[in-house]
C-alpha cells in the first residue's frame, strides 16, 4: 500500500491568532472527552501529545484571557491604523507591554524608519486597550 503524503496547497491562506488555535484545541480536547477513553494508535498519541504541549504553553499566554469579543472589538479598532496583518496578529497574540517588546513588534515591520515614533506610539495606544479588555 502507497502511503499518501499530506500535501499543503496554499500556505499563506491564513493566520491563525493564538486564541483561535487555543478555542479550537480545547474544543477538541472537550469533544475526545466526552466521546470516552478509546485505545488510540501511536500517531493519534503522538498527536495528543502536541496538542497537550500546545495548549499547556497558550494556557501561560494572554489568549487564554481573551474572547471573541475582545479580539472582535480589537480588530475593529485597529481598522483604523495602518498595521499590517502580521502586526495586529502580533499585537494580539503577544500583548506588548514594555518598550522594548513593542519596539520588537515594529522591528519586523516594512514600513519606513520616518514612521517608527508613531508606530510606537500606536502600538502603546492599542495595547492599552488590550489590557483594559483582556484581563
Known sequence: MIEKKPEVKNANAAMLSNYEVFKLLTDLKEQRRDAGKSKHSVG???????????????????????????????????????????????????????????????????????ELDQRILTYTYLYSLLTRKGD
Not at 53 to 71: A, D, F, G, H, N
Request: glycine fraction near 0%; charged fraction near 20%; include cysteine.
Open 44 to 114: 493519534q498519541q503522538n498527536l495528543n501529545t502536541i496538542m497537550y504541549e500546545t495548549l499547556k504553553y497558550l494556557s501561560k499566554t494572554p489568549c487564554s484571557r481573551q474572547s471573541p469579543e475582545i479580539v472582535k472589538e480589537f480588530l475593529s479598532t485597529m481598522m483604523h491604523h495602518k498595521l499590517t496583518k502580521a502586526e495586529k496578529l502580533q499585537l494580539l497574540n503577544h500583548r506588548p507591554q514594555t518598550a522594548v517588546e513593542i519596539q520588537l513588534v515594529n522591528s519586523y515591520s516594512s514600513s519606513p524608519e520616518k
